[in-house]
């Protein structure tokens, strides 16, 4: 299966670098110079003190030469609009499509305009890309999951799971992959409140006066909007989220609070914007995730003006 991975950040990069490696087919659709970066010093993954450099191959907008297979979309939101353009030409009829982006919002974007080629996706890894372009793996490997929006089993999905099955990734199929995307945004604008209001850890929200106690409120507020939804989390799943958010020292972190205490840009109304407009349509009070966006939203400000 021919695989077109679209970006080569912190996420693309690292999955398609994974994917390259086990011998998959994979071009990545990136700009000029990024491709540049790319064919210079390889896709470089960075773990500790060991750095791997892989030699991949570049197209850029409008190179696309035909359908592809599988393609992967791992790009920032404010990008989608521009991209579905980009990567038209490689969406054939038998091509699947999976988003692996933060929120909800981009699947209706991508449905209107593909139609069932969108599948749903979830992707949890811990990596971040350094401004030498480098991808720094702070956790060993990754989980996937894959599905058929409506639920229904499928011989793509099955088709999809293995091509994307690589050392160290575990690749599954959920019941429902929505609510497996629910529960992933769930997770993370809590810990990404919870992270960018203290610009610290889990653990050092813990450790300050009343930290787990708010802790648990804020995965509270945002799991009362998962079920307002449609989609609540299990009892278990529940538990073990709020385990996550309230450990002891706990060295946890999110993307929202690294690129916040490094002064770059972050994606606020997607992880938090979203899901707080959600929460008003259904009347629902959530205080905890409003006080994270309106610090975050007050950054990306700082840095706009700065540029």
Not at 4 to 23: I, N, W
Not at 88 to 117: I, Q, S, W, Y
Not at 171 to 190: F, G, H, L, Q
Not at 286 to 302: M, S, Y
Request: some cysteine; glycine content about 14%.
């Amino acid at each position: 299966m021919k695989i077109l991975v679209v970006g080569a950040g912190a996420v693309g990069g690292f999955v398609g670098g994974r994917l390259v490696r086990a011998g998959r087919e994979v071009d990545f659709l990136v700009r000029a110079r990024r491709a540049a970066e790319l064919r210079e010093r390889g896709l470089r993954i960075v773990e500790g003190t060991q750095v791997e450099s892989i030699e991949v191959s570049c197209v850029g907008a409008g190179g696309l030469a035909g359908p592809y297979g599988l393609i992967l979309l791992a790009v920032k939101p404010a990008a989608l609009p521009s991209v579905m353009g980009d990567i038209a030409p490689g969406v054939g009829k038998g091509t699947a499509l999976v988003p692996f982006l933060n929120g909800m919002a981009h699947v209706d974007a991508l449905t209107e305009r593909f139609g069932g080629a969108v599948l749903g996706g979830v992707l949890k890894v811990v990596t971040q890309l350094d401004p030498n372009g480098d991808i720094r793996q702070f956790a060993p490997g990754g989980r996937i999951q894959v599905g058929e929006l409506d639920g229904s089993a499928s011989d793509r999905v099955t088709a999809v799971t293995e091509a994307l099955s690589a050392p160290d990734f575990t690749v599954t199929v959920p019941e429902d992959i929505v609510d497996a995307m629910w529960s992933k945004w769930v997770m993370i604008a809590t810990i990404g409140a919870v992270t960018s209001l203290v610009r610290g850890t889990v653990g050092a929200a813990v450790a300050a006066k009343d930290g787990a106690g708010f802790a648990a409120g804020t995965l509270d507020e945002a799991a009362s909007v998962a079920a307002a939804a449609g989609h609540p989390l299990g009892e278990d799943e529940l538990k073990g989220l709020r385990a996550l958010v309230t450990a002891a020292e706990s060295p946890t972190t999110s993307s929202l609070s690294r690129e916040l205490v490094a002064g770059r840009p972050t994606e606020v109304e997607n992880v938090l914007g979203d899901l707080i407009d959600r929460a008003h349509g259904f009347s629902l009070a959530v205080p905890r995730l409003q006080a994270a966006a309106l610090t975050l939203r007050a950054h990306n400000a700082r840095v706009a003006e700065a540029r």
